[in-house]
């Protein structure tokens, strides 16, 4: 019932900044986390930075002090900000989100975005 719009991906030179955003859109009841995740070639998927409804980040050692993840909750968006972008960061981007499906069904339902390409190169 629930579709992730993705957007901010793109070509950025080294030690450049991008702006990633997802937003659910569709049927649901709330969020109990989102989160972004990528995969370049050759290697496996890994979680890049994940939030929760409570506000406890999580990010993976390659990113740290350079990513932050933020939300709105207004409009139910949570953001990735890369800042000092590496070659290594190109990959494609997927948003990720863990929503209860209703009020009276708590039942954690995960939803995947169709990915957004990041290239960070010269």
């Known amino acids: 019932q629930v579709q992730l719009v993705e957007s901010g991906g793109g070509l950025v030179q080294p030690g450049g900044s991008l702006r990633l955003s997802c937003a659910p859109s569709?049927?649901?009841?709330?969020?109990?986390?989102m989160g972004w995740y990528r995969q370049a070639p050759g290697k496996q998927r890994e979680l890049v930075a994940r939030?929760?409804?409570?506000?406890?980040?999580n990010y993976a050692d390659s990113v740290k002090g350079r990513f932050t993840i933020s939300r709105d909750n207004a409009k139910n968006t949570v953001y990735l900000h890369m800042n000092s972008l590496k070659p290594e960061d190109t990959a494609v981007y997927y948003c990720?989100?863990?929503?209860?499906?209703?009020?009276?069904?708590?039942?954690?339902?995960?939803?995947w975005g169709q990915g957004t390409q990041v290239t960070v190169s010269s």
């Open positions: 990720a989100a863990d929503l209860r499906a209703g009020w009276r069904n708590p039942e954690t339902i995960n939803y």
């Open positions: 939030i929760t409804s409570g506000g406890s980040t």
């Open positions: 569709g049927s649901f009841f709330s969020i109990y986390a």
